[in-house]
């Protein structure tokens, strides 16, 4: 942190603040670095999810053929007649369940509680492979036993499957790499890293910033693909 | 400075708004799972989704308690999707009509239980 920043401390409030976070020779935002790259990052990435949320809108505008209808597609059947949906939900939970922990491993981190913030980082990464490990089912399922593929499917309009693939595919990836990301974050906060410099967890709170967002874009893509 | 101590908020909060977004995520499942269609469908659908992307930026990501330099810098630019989507909705809708009048397909209309 510079001094710079360090000198205006008493910044000005609402929109005045705007003008002054702008206009002053400062660091326009009052946040590490690290944080402010990564909102940036993920700024980046909201248009690129938007580009296929919008082109699957497009595509299913635009077709004459009939769309599949979600809820039967990814209906899952366990013993008894056949539950709409249930395995989405399910992983929408556990989705929902690791932001949950993430924020919690956060907040222990700014209380340099190193053991709970590592436990909870851990938990955070099995859940994401749970819902990773779901997946990999939801499309072994589709793929082998209803016949869905990029180009074509027996249910209806073929743009379905490219739009599935390419949407979840791409979420898919984000969760993977978040799950290698809070893992090595995890193993650097046990080994007491960000202990020895001064008990600076912010890394925690940017890789959380990551983790929500991942989860953020799973509220789109399950109210648009999945329910619409 | 605000940031000098980090974002420090009590649990009692995350645990409040963790608790609130499986309550919503189980509504909008409840959507689907009793099957409820036209105007209320997409609508219901819509809110669920703004409240839980709300929450999960506001309080789980801390953008409540950021600097609005920040919030506007980070949140304004994804308003510009609304363009796209609203030029997007027009050419799909174009390209359908198209493909109607010139390649004689036909405009699938939706039953009310589908097959299976």
Request: hydrophobic fraction near 55%; aromatic fraction near 16%.
């Amino acid at each position: 942190m510079s001094e710079v920043v360090m000198e205006h401390a008493a910044e000005a409030p609402g929109l005045e603040g705007v003008v002054s976070d702008f206009s002053r020779d400062k660091q326009v935002f009052g946040v590490p670095w690290g944080k402010a790259m990564m909102w940036i990052f993920l700024l980046s990435d909201t248009f690129i999810f938007s580009c296929f949320l919008v082109s699957y809108m497009a595509v299913r505008i635009s077709t004459t053929d009939p769309w599949p209808v979600p809820s039967e597609v990814f209906a899952l059947s366990f013993g008894g007649d056949p539950i709409p949906l249930i395995l989405i939900a399910i992983m929408t939970f556990i989705l929902i369940t690791s932001s949950g922990t993430m924020a919690m491993a956060v907040n222990m981190g700014y209380r340099r509680d190193k053991n709970k913030t590592f436990w909870l980082m851990v938990a955070t990464a099995i859940l994401g492979a749970s819902f990773v490990g779901m997946q990999a089912f939801e499309w072994t399922k589709l793929i082998v036993e209803e016949g869905v593929r990029p180009w074509s499917n027996p249910m209806g309009a073929a743009q379905f499957g490219s739009s599935f693939f390419m949407i979840t595919g791409f979420h898919g990836l984000h969760v993977s790499a978040g799950v290698i990301y809070l893992m090595w974050v995890a193993i650097r906060v046990k080994r007491g890293i960000y202990e020895r410099r001064g008990g600076n967890y912010e890394i925690v709170e940017i890789a959380g910033l990551y983790w929500h967002f991942v989860d953020l874009v799973w509220v789109f893509i399950f109210a648009f693909f999945y329910l619409w | 400075m605000a940031h000098e101590e980090g974002q420090q908020h009590p649990i009692k909060i995350y645990l409040w708004i963790w608790l609130l977004l499986f309550v919503v995520s189980f509504f909008s499942y409840m959507v689907d799972y009793m099957n409820i269609q036209g105007f209320w469908r997409p609508t219901l659908i819509l809110i669920f989704m703004f409240v839980k992307a709300g929450f999960i930026i506001a309080i789980f990501m801390h953008m409540q308690w950021e600097r609005i330099a920040l919030k506007l810098a980070i949140l304004g630019p994804p308003a510009a999707i609304l363009v796209l989507i609203w030029l997007m909705a027009l050419e799909g809708g174009y390209i359908e009509d198209t493909r109607v009048d010139y390649y004689g397909e036909s405009t699938f209309e939706p039953q009310a239980p589908p097959h299976h």
